[in-house]
Nanobody, 124 residues
């Protein structure tokens, strides 16, 4: 299995940027597809972005398309979510997840491993 630890969250003003990291340990990170999800208070966990195991395919939620960029560095066993032009509605706990099929998937129940999350707060 793989263990995931998110970092990089924090408080930022609207229009600002943050880069989240997801450090993986355990089995070879490059065998897993990776996704980022978020959960705002009172809402269900929602897909934000996903990337296939070698980075060739990516997918974004419509709400973040053009503002967020997902990437990964398999040599460093780390995934990233670059978040630009942040809006107050981006405020949430952000989670990274890994799917052992290596294929880019969207539904949260397709993912096998999860980090504990990192808080992102965007002030207006």
């Amino acid at each position: 299995q793989v263990q995931l630890v998110e970092s990089g969250g924090g408080l930022v003003q609207a229009g600002g940027s943050l880069r989240l990291s997801c450090a993986a340990s355990g089995r070879t990170f490059s065998t897993y597809a990776m996704g980022w999800f978020r959960q705002a208070p009172g809402k269900e966990r929602a897909f934000v972005a996903g990337i296939s195991r070698l980075g060739g395919n990516t997918k974004y939620a419509d709400s973040v398309k053009g503002r967020f960029i997902i990437s990964r560095d398999n040599a460093k066993d780390t995934g990233y979510l670059q978040m630009n032009s942040l809006k107050p509605e981006d405020t949430a706990v952000y989670y990274c997840a890994a799917d052992r099929t290596g294929l880019l998937v969207v539904p949260s129940d397709e993912y096998d491993y999860w980090g504990r999350g990192t808080q992102v707060t965007v002030s207006s």
